[in-house]
């Protein structure tokens, strides 16, 4: 049982009714997601600069971590786009590096990464990975999203039962940011300049 994390939300008097947990967006401005309606949701107590969610029933939940970016605060939602795409970026050490990074889940860097692929089910390339937690006996389900000047990092696990994988895939691929329609909105004007600068140009008409 998820103990801990909903005496947490509970004592900070930030528990959501399911009404509101449909759809989510960070007091920080941050991140926007999805949960499904009947789980609670709210915010944690943060660092400057990082937005700490959980949303989730007794059975299971999700960990939303966000950070600010200084590295990528300049960059272009295109190059963004790319970075998503390139799976080079985001190799064992990466993963590891994100998952000991939430000591709740891996206490004391215990994070066993289990595999890593890329979800191409949405605009943005969503990376994924899966953890084991020794020390908690866990498996979690994780995603990473990105935009400039920020980290995204979901975190799904359960505690009783089978992890209902269609509520987590939905939750991690719902991760987005609340200004996300301007910056697909860049990404795709680069993406079709691109393309059409590659186009092979008309041969010149022959002199007459």
């Known amino acids: 049982m998820r103990v801990f994390a909903l005496a947490a939300i509970i004592g900070l008097g930030l528990c959501a009714s399911a009404a509101d947990a449909r759809v ?17 949701v709210g915010p944690l107590r943060a660092p400057e ?4 969610i959980i949303a989730g029933n007794d059975d299971n939940e999700c960990h939303f971590i966000v950070r600010t970016s200084t590295t990528t605060a300049g960059a272009t939602p295109h190059s963004i786009w790319r970075t998503l795409g390139d799976d080079t970026r985001f190799n064992d050490a990466f993963w590891l590096a994100q998952g000991n990074s939430v000591p ?22 969503l990376q994924r990975a899966e953890f084991d937690s020794p020390s908690k006996g866990r498996h979690v389900f994780a995603g ?12 799904c696990l359960s505690y009783e039962g089978t992890p209902p994988m269609a509520a987590f895939d939905a939750a991690l691929r719902s991760m987005a940011h609340p200004d996300d329609a301007s910056f697909r909105a860049s990404a ?3 993406i079709a300049a691109r393309a059409a600068a590659q186009q092979p ?4 008409a022959p002199n007459r």
């Open 144 to 155: 990473f999203q990105m935009r400039p000047g920020v980290e995204m990092l979901g975190l």
């Open 104 to 125: 709740r889940l891996f206490p004391d860097s215990s994070a066993v990464l289990i595999s890593h692929t890329r979800d191409d089910s949405g605009f943005w390339p």
């Open 49 to 52: 600069g990082m937005s700490y």
């Open 201 to 204: 140009q008309p041969a010149p």
């Open 188 to 190: 795709e004007q680069q």
């Open 24 to 40: 989510y967006t960070d007091p920080a401005g941050r991140i926007v997601f999805d949960t499904p309606a009947n789980w609670p």
